[in-house]
């Protein structure tokens, strides 16, 4: 792994909790420091070092001081939610830093014996037999559980802060034509898609998922110590 400067570097992670400390640190050490590249993280002004918050915490704004981002930093009662879908599974939580307020995770049987989601199936040869309806049903009752899940978290602890979502586009299509729709918007700002690869959603992945966002990076040079 090497830097902007291409020189070596060595990467240590820290949780959201010690976020402030680290970016005070930061800005004391690299005073001239901004916010830039494809992943907004601060960077040194020699491009040595650079520091990439938790996704759990606020977006760096490209440009920005970490003075400025500091000032930002999100109560420490923000909520937030973690939706994971796909095809048969759903997991869904309610956190407030690494506390869990709220959770749920949910299977259907709507896959075919050979892998392929009956959603999915439906749209190209499929045939109307009992297990595919009952499969398009189950997929259906699963959809709306979500999006009623999802509302109430929102009545139950007010709307989140933000939702960060592991949804393939075509199923999160499906879930915003669901009735009940979810309690957000297509647009909404609050969502964000979890940069990551993603397992069959249950409890355990639902809480791998929450820690990754919980986790920022920082790299500095190898040869410091």
């Given amino acids: 792994m090497t830097n902007d400067a291409g020189g070596p570097v060595r990467a240590v992670r820290f949780p959201l909790a010690d976020l402030a400390e680290q970016v005070d640190a930061f800005a004391q050490r690299w005073p001239g420091a901004r916010a830039g590249g494809a992943v907004p993280s601060f960077v040194a002004p020699d491009g040595g070092a650079r520091l990439r918050p938790p996704l759990a915490g606020p977006r760096p704004r490209v440009g920005e001081r970490e003075g400025a981002y500091l000032e930002r930093l999100p109560e ?115 969502l964000v898609r979890v940069p990551m690869h993603v397992h069959r959603p249950d409890h355990a992945e639902l809480l791998r998922v929450r820690a990754w966002l919980l986790r920022g990076r920082l790299e500095l040079p190898a040869a410091e110590r």
């Avoid at 199923?171 to 009940?180: D, G």
Wanted: glycine share 6%; proline share 8%; aromatic share 6%.
């Fill in 76 to 190: 420490p009662d923000e909520v937030q939610l973690v939706l994971l879908l796909r095809a048969g599974a759903v997991a869904i939580g309610c956190f407030r830093g690494d506390e869990v307020l709220d959770h749920k995770a949910v299977r259907r049987y709507v896959v075919r014996g050979h892998g392929k989601a009956q959603p999915t199936h439906a749209t190209t040869r499929g045939r109307s037999r009992y297990g595919a309806r009952l499969r398009m049903q189950n997929w259906r009752r699963l959809l709306a559980e979500t999006n009623a899940r999802l509302s109430a978290c929102d009545d139950r602890f007010g709307p989140c802060a933000r939702v960060f979502h592991a949804v393939p586009v075509r199923v999160l299509a499906e879930l915003f034509a669901a009735e009940p729709p979810p309690p957000f918007a297509r647009d909404d700002p609050r």
